[in-house]
T-cell receptor, first 112, second 116 residues
């Protein structure tokens, strides 16, 4: 299983772009990279998933370099409501054995 | 569409008591998971299941048992409750196959357990 490493915490201000990087040096060939967001007293919710290069959806972008040993979640123009814990997961998602391990996550605080 | 339903939402147990946390999903997902989350910490995988009749240990299985007799249900059993099991428990499910966002985890609202 690929272990992930993320910064413990980050601070930002409203309207700024936030980039959170996750290191996963031993990612396997078939592993996908997924990011989740968790608010207090709630279960995590899916943000974005990718395999390589760049993926963009309505809330975030995910950048994955060619060697796939890291990935960066980009949140454009954050607001106070983006204050949450963000988790990076690496695992096999397509028809494989799916033992999904969460790391410690990154606690993002957005200030006015 | 209910998604993942967990019961109870809150429970207080005495040391040595037993109980079962219930989890049900109505999305026909083949994978189901139990995680625990201690205050200020990340999620730890307790057990998971890849289909009815198949379960396996996660990171922290000691003190817990699971069963998966149907696709929909995945109960978590605590046999002899200990203070160290005070935590918030999350059940999740996912579909593992082909298609967009395969493997996306859908979480329940959590069950807050206190062992005194």
């Amino acid at each position: 299983l690929a272990k992930t490493t993320q910064p413990i915490s980050m601070d930002s201000y409203e309207g700024q772009e936030v980039n959170i990087t996750c290191s996963h040096n031993n990612i396997a060939t078939n592993d996908y990279i997924t990011w989740y967001q968790q608010f207090p007293s709630q279960g995590p919710r899916f943000i974005i998933q990718g395999y390589k290069t760049k993926v963009t959806n309505e809330v975030a972008s995910l950048f994955i370099p060619a060697d796939r040993k890291s990935s960066t979640l980009s949140l454009p123009r954050v607001s106070l409501s983006d204050t949450a814990v963000y988790y990076c997961l690496v695992g096999l998602f397509s028809g494989g054995y799916n033992k999904l391990i969460f790391g410690a996550g990154t606690r993002l605080a957005v200030h006015p | 569409n209910a998604g993942v339903t967990q019961t109870p939402k809150f429970r207080i147990l005495k040391i040595g008591q037993s109980m079962t946390l219930q989890c049900a999903q109505d999305m026909n997902h083949n994978y189901m998971y139990w995680y625990r989350q201690d205050p200020g910490m990340g999620l730890k995988l307790i057990y998971y299941s890849v289909g009815a009749g198949i379960t396996d240990k996660g990171e922290v299985p000691n003190g817990y048992n699971v069963s998966r007799s149907t696709t929909e249900d995945f109960p978590l059993r605590l046999e002899l409750a200990a203070p160290s099991q005070t935590s918030v428990y999350f059940c999740a499910s996912s579909y593992s196959g082909q298609g967009a966002r395969t493997g996306e985890l859908f979480f329940g609202e959590g069950s807050r357990l206190t062992v005194l």
